[in-house]
């Protein structure tokens, strides 16, 4: 696999030779002078990449992240070789995210391609969303910034606003092959078949099968994976679930967009609200008491409508820039409609793909009884499976919560 080997200099770093290089940077002098005591600790619990904290001092004002692509997929191990390139498109994504919406972006000091590695802030004031909502944390401005965020990002790396040379170039750079194939398989194929990769519980199996079985649910798989390989709309994150975003109660950042692309609005948007039903799924067996579970699922549902909602109200000031002879009225509202439906029907393949696929997600797999793990699931796939079937009879974002929240689980079995 020629085609994956790293730049010629590159080396892996360790949490010394981190220390060694963080000095060596121009970009890094201000944060930490020649003399001052580095330290450093990698925290990488993702499963491709490096990442290291390095700080000065026992300062954690000054500080910074180090993320740095191995050349195979870090979970597996050299079996299995992923280009080292990824750390291009990350880095390049994350600065055109930056000039978007800095205010939801982790600021990127530098990217060194030779060490395939980006130095960015360290956000060391935020938690994973996903381990905030396991624990029933509420973010009350999350729907407020991440509707901005993607209104913004989304919107402005389209056709609606790049000149027609710009987006084509733009498309060339973000060509993420090895990444996208990872997408197509574990989001879109895999899930849908008998697989060696699959990972469900074997609880599950009578509902997973019935779903291999599903030749209908099949066609509408396709027709989605058709138009993520196809569709190059715009420069989507292209993992957008509840592990790339970092949060507390005042801030919002995105981080990890290394399967950036130029796909589907609706995949990043689908990627949301399908994270976001997976926690809702989950709170079947988190939280006990029933007024509580209720109050949560509340929230949350609230929080997929104001997704919904702010995104489109952000997407505004890109409709007042189009021309209007081209694309009046009525295609606008149809584009938005569309995008609805598809947000829809990638929200159902993300939770499908995190309930019967290969990687799944602390919300579901980390439900420690198997019996209360298979409701959770079996309710997950039955929320998947009414909005991948219903999406074309949704026609705003209520209609797409009420066919999600209608279902309970199957499992136990009658
Ligand atoms: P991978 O691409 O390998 O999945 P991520 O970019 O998702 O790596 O990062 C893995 C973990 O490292 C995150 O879950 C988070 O805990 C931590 N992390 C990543 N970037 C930052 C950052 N800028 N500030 C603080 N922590 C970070
Ligand atoms: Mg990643």
Same mark, same amino acid.
């Given at each position: 696999?020629?085609?994956? +080997?790293?730049?010629?200099?590159?080396?892996?770093?360790?949490?010394?030779?981190?220390?060694?290089?963080?000095?060596?940077?121009?970009?890094? %002098?201000?944060?930490?002078?020649?003399?001052?005591?580095?330290?450093?600790?990698?925290?990488?619990?993702?499963?491709?990449?490096?990442?290291?904290?390095?700080?000065?001092?026992?300062?954690?004002?000054?500080?910074?992240?180090?993320?740095?692509?191995?050349?195979? @997929?870090?979970? @597996?191990?050299?079996?299995?070789?992923?280009?080292?390139?990824?750390?291009?498109?990350?880095?390049?994504?994350?600065?055109?995210?930056?000039?978007?919406? #800095?205010?939801?972006?982790?600021?990127?000091?530098?990217?060194?391609?030779?060490?395939?590695?980006?130095?960015?802030?360290?956000?060391?004031?935020?938690?994973?969303?996903?381990?905030?909502?396991?624990?029933?944390?509420?973010?009350?401005?999350? +729907?407020?910034?991440?509707?901005?965020? !993607?209104?913004?990002?989304?919107?402005?790396?389209?056709?609606?606003?790049?000149?027609?040379?710009?987006?084509?170039?733009?498309? +060339?750079?973000?060509?993420?092959?090895?990444?996208?194939?990872?997408?197509?398989?574990? @989001?879109?194929?895999?899930?849908?078949?008998?697989?060696?990769?699959?990972?469900?519980?074997?609880?599950?199996?009578?509902?997973?099968?019935?779903?291999?079985?599903?030749?209908?649910? %099949?066609?509408?798989?396709?027709?989605?994976?058709?138009?993520?390989?196809?569709?190059?709309?715009?420069?989507?994150?292209?993992?957008?679930?509840?592990?790339?975003?970092?949060?507390?109660?005042?801030?919002?950042?995105?981080?990890?967009?290394?399967?950036?692309?130029?796909?589907?609005?609706?995949?990043?948007?689908?990627?949301?609200?399908?994270?976001?039903?997976?926690?809702?799924?989950?709170?079947?067996?988190?939280?006990?008491?029933?007024?509580?579970?209720?109050?949560?699922?509340?929230?949350?549902?609230?929080?997929?409508?104001?997704?919904?909602?702010?995104?489109?109200?952000?997407?505004?000031?890109?409709?007042?820039?189009?021309?209007?002879?081209? !694309? #009046?009225?009525?295609?606008?509202?149809?584009?938005?409609?569309?995008?609805?439906?598809?947000?829809?029907?990638?929200?159902?393949?993300? !939770?499908?793909?995190? @309930?019967?696929?290969?990687?799944?997600?602390?919300?579901?797999?980390?439900?420690?009884?198997?019996?209360?793990?298979?409701?959770?699931?079996?309710?997950?796939?039955?929320?998947?499976?009414?909005?991948? !079937?219903?999406?074309?009879?949704?026609?705003?974002?209520?209609?797409?919560?009420?066919?999600?929240?209608?279902?309970?689980?199957?499992?136990?079995?009658?």
């Amino acid at each position: 696999m020629t085609q994956f +080997a790293p730049p010629e200099n590159y080396f892996a770093l360790d949490t010394t030779t981190v220390l060694d290089y963080c000095r060596q940077r121009p970009e890094l %002098r201000a944060m930490f002078p020649a003399n001052d005591t580095l330290e450093a600790v990698e925290v990488g619990d993702g499963n491709l990449n490096l990442i290291f904290k390095v700080w000065a001092n026992e300062d954690h004002n000054r500080t910074v992240v180090i993320k740095q692509a191995l050349p195979y @997929v870090r979970l @597996v191990g050299e079996s299995w070789p992923l280009p080292t390139d990824r750390a291009r498109i990350e880095a390049q994504a994350l600065a055109i995210h930056e000039r978007l919406v #800095p205010q939801h972006t982790p600021h990127q000091y530098f990217f060194d391609p030779e060490m395939c590695l980006s130095a960015m802030q360290n956000l060391n004031q935020h938690l994973i969303m996903r381990k905030g909502l396991t624990q029933g944390i509420r973010y009350p401005h999350f +729907a407020e910034h991440i509707g901005l965020f !993607m209104a913004r990002t989304l919107g402005n790396t389209s056709d609606l606003v790049l000149d027609y040379r710009a987006k084509k170039e733009e498309v +060339a750079r973000f060509i993420n092959p090895e990444l996208c194939k990872i997408s197509e398989d574990l @989001v879109f194929t895999e899930p849908y078949r008998p697989t060696e990769r699959n990972l469900f519980h074997e609880e599950l199996r009578p509902q997973v099968e019935s779903i291999y079985a599903d030749e209908r649910l %099949r066609v509408q798989v396709a027709g989605l994976k058709e138009k993520f390989m196809t569709q190059a709309q715009c420069l989507i994150h292209g993992d957008l679930h509840t592990g790339s975003i970092m949060v507390n109660q005042t801030d919002t950042y995105v981080i990890d967009p290394e399967f950036a692309f130029y796909g589907p609005m609706g995949f990043d948007i689908g990627a949301v609200i399908g994270n976001l039903f997976l926690s809702y799924a989950s709170h079947e067996v988190r939280t006990k008491d029933p007024d509580q579970r209720a109050e949560f699922r509340q929230y949350l549902t609230n929080t997929i409508i104001d997704v919904w909602q702010v995104f489109k109200r952000e997407f505004q000031p890109i409709w007042q820039q189009v021309d209007t002879v081209n !694309m #009046p009225q009525g295609y606008q509202e149809n584009y938005m409609l569309r995008l609805l439906q598809d947000a829809a029907g990638f929200a159902a393949c993300k !939770m499908m793909r995190r @309930v019967i696929g290969l990687a799944g997600v602390e919300d579901i797999r980390g439900i420690e009884d198997v019996h209360e793990r298979a409701i959770a699931g079996s309710l997950a796939l039955n929320m998947a499976q009414a909005l991948i !079937m219903n999406r074309r009879d949704s026609f705003d974002i209520s209609d797409i919560v009420a066919y999600a929240t209608d279902q309970t689980p199957t499992y136990p079995w009658k």
